[in-house]
């Protein structure tokens, strides 16, 4: 069956940096765009940054300039570097992976993120 599994969360202060991971198995990885959400308590999950994929990347204007989305597929494997991190950054991030627009997305259980001011 289809697994994310995210890792690399944490507890870090305001201008520190996380690398967050997102291991897929039971999908042909490569055919899938890939997407890092959050949600923060009392929030609606939001987009975070995305990669398609053709490697074409969108993020949401609140991390452009500090975030930084990539993925290895040789390794099944999607990141999002985090820098310069403030504590509005704080949430439970996500991994999605989805087919085309219109297909099933899967989700992984997430990874809590925490910057302290």
């Known amino acids: 069956q289809v697994q994310l599994v995210e890792s690399g969360g944490g507890l870090v202060q305001a201008g520190g940096s996380l690398r967050l991971s997102c291991a897929a198995s039971?999908?042909?990885?490569?055919?899938?765009?890939m997407d890092w959400y959050r949600q923060a308590p009392g929030k609606q999950r939001e987009l975070v940054a995305g990669?398609?994929?053709?490697?074409?990347?969108n993020y949401a204007d609140s991390v452009k300039g500090r975030f930084t989305i990539s993925r290895d597929n040789a390794k099944n494997t999607v990141y999002l570097q985090m820098n310069s991190l403030k504590p509005e950054d704080t949430a439970v991030y996500y991994c999605?992976?989805?087919?085309?627009?219109?297909?099933?997305?899967?989700w992984g259980r997430g990874t809590q993120v925490t910057i302290s001011s």
């Open positions: 990669i398609t994929r053709g490697d074409s990347t």
């Open positions: 039971g999908i042909i990885f490569s055919l899938y765009s």
């Open positions: 999605a992976a989805q087919s085309s627009p219109t297909a099933y997305r899967y």
